[in-house]
């Protein structure tokens, strides 16, 4: 147990009494004190940040990730933290040595704690009519015909699956929405999106990062997605709503745009990045240098070096990312057109 609350309102003393802002008085053990609960999570499925939930305008729930957090001592209202144990549907005061390491929960159970808790915010998952008012308008699409080479699906797999494996809701909407959306823009036959999502959906169940009813949801977010509404979005409205998870997740955000659009097979004006290495392995490739058109530095070229380093009996791969600038100058917009002469 932590402090009384509503937190800074009350004033404790080593007699268990506690004062309120207004002048009244009472026992520290009749009013709602706030709670610590330390669990361990298998390293897979924690998330890569705290997760912050309000109530009613407040901080009622903070779910802290590798945090360091005083739990033993006085607390500021001037209460001491008090190790409890849930003994006949109350909790009872323990010694501090009785607390043990934290209980070990599995990650369907982080999954449900935290889906509980977003619930209590009211931050449920989105309707695709909600998202799509973000978006833009639809004029011309072509005709859902065209399909993903199986390295397409692969590239698209891998950036979606990542951005899925943050445990909050309104991620998997952006994911799914966005990824219909450029589809469909792009021309790309529905079921090779439902496939992808098929893909994610037997990873996430597996994790505890979705359910069967989830997975059924976002299925008719893709069926809605082709049954020509009147906005979705471009690449500007996906840009901004899922360029937050990639920074959480450490990832390049240009040239993890780029292989996406590339795969998914959808022209934008202004490119982000374009391959000019690619290195092929077996069963496996992966691009080594880019140009980039970046809206700070201008034409670059960024170079992926890909490193092995020692470290005691362990050897590892180390990712060196290089930059040089080519031009100093930013294209807004790019025409593309063939000459019929140059072959």
């Known amino acids: 147990m932590t402090g009384p609350r509503p937190k800074g309102y009350w004033k404790c003393g080593d007699d268990g009494r506690c004062k309120g802002a207004k002048g009244e008085v009472e026992d520290l053990a009749k009013l709602q004190r706030g709670m610590y609960i330390v669990v361990r999570v298998p390293t897979q499925c924690m998330p890569s940040g705290s997760i912050r ?13 590798t945090n360091y957090e005083v739990v033993y001592g006085r607390h500021p209202s001037g209460a001491l933290y008090q190790p409890v144990m849930w003994v006949g549907n109350a909790w009872s005061p323990i010694g501090v040595t009785d607390v043990g390491e934290g209980e070990v ?34 004029i011309n699409l072509p005709k859902p015909e065209r399909h993903w080479e199986d390295e397409e699906k692969d590239a698209i797999y891998r950036i979606i699956w990542q951005v899925w494996s943050i445990p909050e809701p309104h991620y998997h909407d ?30 996430a169940i597996n994790q505890g990062l979705d359910s069967e009813k989830t997975c059924k949801e976002h299925k008719s977010v893709v069926e809605w997605v ?28 240009d040239t993890t745009l780029s292989t996406l659009y590339e795969a998914i097979g959808y022209q934008s004006e202004a490119p982000l990045c374009i391959p000019l290495v690619r290195h092929r392995e077996v069963g496996n490739s992966r691009i080594v240098s880019w140009i980039c058109n970046n809206q700070k ?27 040089n600038i080519l031009l100093p100058f930013y294209l807004t917009s790019v025409v593309k057109y063939r000459d019929i002469l140059f072959k």
């Open 105 to 138: 929960i599995t990650c369907s159970e982080l999954s449900r704690l935290i889906s509980v808790s977003s619930s209590l915010s009211g931050t449920e998952g989105r309707s695709p009519e909600e998202l799509a008012e973000s978006g833009e308008e639809v």
């Open 53 to 65: 939930v309000n109530v009613n305008g407040e901080r009622a729930i903070e779910i802290l990730v």
């Open 226 to 253: 082709y049954e020509r509404p009147k906005k979705l979005w471009s690449r500007k409205s996906f840009e901004k709503n899922i360029k937050p998870a990639l920074d959480r997740l450490g990832l390049d955000v």
């Open 297 to 323: 530095m201008g034409i670059i070229v960024r170079n992926i070096q890909h490193k092995r380093r020692r470290n005691g009996d362990e050897v590892i791969d180390v990712i060196a990312q290089v930059e």
């Open 174 to 203: 952006f994911a799914i929405f966005g990824l219909a959306s450029l589809a469909r823009r792009a021309g790309v036959a529905s079921e090779d999106v439902l496939n992808i999502l098929d893909r994610i959906c037997t990873q």
